[in-house]
């Protein structure tokens, strides 16, 4: 489990995140209960979310959840992408009808922008770090993806973020620190 440091600023961002998800849980099940009536005469149905549609965002919003307070922040950031992304694409499909297009949006919204990475992208290389030039390929590869990307603000402050941590890898590299401190220098020549 990874905490950031600064548990104040966690238990801040958690309580929004607490707050957050039961609000579009509830929003999500208000769409689907909408057409329902409940004393037997004959209403007008209003409009309803797909049932199929209404699980999957409401499981998406309890995986946020779960992965936030287990500690997996860029784990739930990236599901709260998704969230949005899912949500876009409901309504790009004429899936959500207007009455809820907005605070659905609105609500998946403010999720992304509340849960946000800080952790440096995790590497993949088993036995030596990468070597500068593979640092400099990853930056420019997230900075294309940041312009290719748009508008979705919580994307582009995570691709910051991560951009930012992989200059700091290139400078250390740079200097034959490396990420694990042991450079490619002459240190430790002694007996």
Same mark, same amino acid.
């Given at each position: 489990?990874?905490?950031?440091? /600064?548990?104040? $600023?966690?238990? &801040?961002?958690?309580? =929004?995140?607490?707050? +957050?998800?039961?609000? #579009?849980? !509830?929003?999500?099940?208000?769409?689907?209960?909408?057409?329902?009536?409940?004393?037997?005469?004959?209403t007008?149905?209003?409009?309803?979310?797909?049932?199929?549609?209404?699980?999957?965002?409401?499981?998406?919003?309890?995986?946020?959840?779960?992965?936030?307070? /287990?500690?997996? $922040?860029?784990? &739930?950031?990236?599901? =709260?992408?998704?969230l +949005?992304?899912?949500? #876009?694409? !409901?309504?790009?499909?004429?899936?959500?009808?207007?009455?809820?297009?907005?605070?659905?949006?609105?609500?998946?919204?403010?999720?992304?922008?509340?849960?946000?990475?800080?952790?440096?992208?995790?590497?993949?290389?088993?036995?030596?770090?990468?070597?500068?030039?593979?640092?400099?390929?990853?930056?420019?590869?997230?900075e =294309?993806?940041?312009?290719?990307?748009?508008?979705?603000?919580?994307?582009?402050?995570?691709?910051?973020?991560?951009?930012?941590?992989?200059?700091?890898?290139?400078?250390?590299?740079?200097?034959?620190?490396?990420?694990?401190?042991?450079?490619?220098?002459?240190?430790?020549?002694?007996?």
């Open positions: 489990m990874v905490i950031p440091p /600064g548990r104040g $600023v966690v238990s &801040a961002r958690l309580g =929004a995140v607490h707050r +957050l998800v039961p609000c #579009l849980t !509830a929003l999500v099940c208000a769409a689907v209960l909408a057409g329902c009536g409940g004393n037997g005469e004959e007008a149905p209003g409009p309803t979310l797909p049932q199929g549609l209404a699980a999957d965002l409401a499981d998406r919003s309890d995986a946020i959840a779960a992965s936030y307070a /287990g500690g997996d $922040v860029c784990g &739930a950031a990236g599901q =709260a992408d998704d +949005l992304a899912a949500v #876009l694409a !409901a309504i790009d499909e004429g899936r959500v009808p207007p009455e809820f297009q907005e605070s659905l949006t609105g609500t998946a919204n403010k999720l992304v922008n509340e849960i946000n990475c800080t952790e440096a992208p995790a590497t993949t290389e088993e036995e030596a770090p990468p070597d500068c030039a593979a640092l400099v390929e990853e930056r420019d590869a997230l =294309a993806e940041k312009k290719d990307k748009g508008k979705a603000k919580g994307r582009d402050r995570r691709l910051d973020e991560q951009i930012k941590a992989l200059e700091q890898e290139i400078e250390a590299c740079e200097q034959g620190e490396g990420e694990d401190g042991n450079g490619d220098g002459d240190e430790g020549d002694g007996e």
